[in-house]
């Protein structure tokens, strides 16, 4: 920072080292994956009450420290009012360590607001994720705000920041928010799956039904034939003179169609038949496993029970045996012991 000699103040983008600034290097370039977006809008929705949803960024971090990716976030429970603003730092630090455990190579980045507001609270929060003890230190700490407001597209800006204060105590205080190239980098399987919510726009349940392979499949050859008829189109248009020329999508017309394999159609018919039959012996054998384990599992489940019952009738047998026998025997031996047990009579005297 310097003073020109029309009054004016110049500020730069903190490269250099200063004793006033978190770190050396700055991020040049930083990448959102889908994910993280779509964290960001649940915990805006789940957040109760007028203000922001704030939380923390985690990522992977280039070699250089000139890139970043963010991969994950979670929300911070905080409180937010006009005098003050209080974040539940232990919740924090305890989320944060177990992230780290489950994602060993990823790192703290920053955190995430859902308002596009800079104010003085976001001075201090961000001075508390760049801080040394609690923070990225000594890489920058990068603050992503996301627009949520319903109606709107969200659309993510990212910032880093310096101090501006001329004392150290004030610079806990200060903060100035320069803005850095973000975007959100997004895969052909995150495709795949934004499209197949993105499906469900339209619906009046707000649900998108989950297709087959056969019918993804299909969605996606209507997709390229669709695209490579627009392509031709336009193609022969700039050749007819209708359309204006594009050098620079030409150009990369010209090197995607160099990275295409010159294969004879024969060769690819015949390999995509192998592979479908491939694909169909894989899916016979799978099915047929899954049919032997749940045959077997019956089977064990009949065998057991038969089992059981077996035992059952063994010791109702067993309980039945012995009273039988011990009533025979206390009845004979009753009858026995009865004729034993009387007191034996007197003779009698013969009568004349």
């Not at 944060?96 to 994602?103: C, F, G, V």
């Not at 004392?167 to 850095?180: H, L, P």
């Not at 065998?303 to 045996?321: I, Y």
Request: net charge negative; aromatic share 4%.
């Amino acid at each position: 920072m310097a003073r020109g000699p029309e009054g004016f103040i110049h500020m730069s983008r903190p490269l250099a080292p200063t004793p006033m600034m978190h770190s050396n290097i700055a991020p040049l370039n930083v990448k959102i994956q889908p994910q993280a977006v779509m964290s960001i809008l649940d915990a805006k929705s789940r957040h109760l009450g007028p203000s922001r949803a704030i939380g923390a960024l985690i990522g992977v971090r280039s070699e250089d420290g000139g890139e970043v990716t963010v991969t994950q976030t979670f929300a911070i429970p905080h409180t937010e009012t006009e005098d003050q603003v209080e974040v539940d730092v232990d919740y924090q630090k305890q989320v944060l360590a177990m992230t780290l455990k489950a994602s060993p190579r990823e790192h703290l980045l920053g955190w995430y607001t859902t308002s596009a507001e800079l104010n003085s609270f976001s001075a201090l929060i961000q001075n508390f994720f760049a801080s040394p003890e609690t923070g990225t230190h000594p890489h920058p700490a990068v603050h992503l705000t996301l627009e949520t407001t319903p109606g709107q597209t969200p659309k993510p800006t990212c910032y880093i920041s310096s101090h501006v204060a001329v004392s150290a105590e004030r610079a806990a205080e200060t903060c100035f928010f320069i803005e850095v190239p973000c975007r959100v980098s997004t895969n052909e399987t995150d495709r795949a799956g934004l499209d197949m919510i993105s499906s469900g726009i339209n619906d009046e349940s707000r649900t998108a039904p989950v297709v087959s392979d056969v019918q993804s499949l299909r969605r996606t050859l209507e997709s390229q034939i669709d695209m490579l008829t627009r392509v031709g189109e336009y193609v022969g248009g700039v050749l007819d003179e209708e359309e204006e020329p594009n050098h620079a999508l030409g150009q990369y017309l010209m090197n995607a169609l160099s990275l295409a394999p010159k294969v004879d159609p024969a060769d690819i018919e015949r390999d995509f038949n192998n592979h479908i039959q491939d694909v169909l012996m894989v899916s016979y054998l799978a099915n047929t496993i899954r049919t032997q384990i749940d045959l077997s599992q019956k089977l064990a489940v009949a065998v057991l029970g038969n089992d059981k019952d077996a035992e059952g009738k063994t010791e109702g047998s067993n309980e039945k045996g012995p009273q039988r026998g011990g009533g025979g025997k206390r009845g004979r031996g009753g009858r026995g012991g009865g004729g034993g047990n009387r007191e034996p009579r007197e003779p009698r005297e013969p009568q004349d």
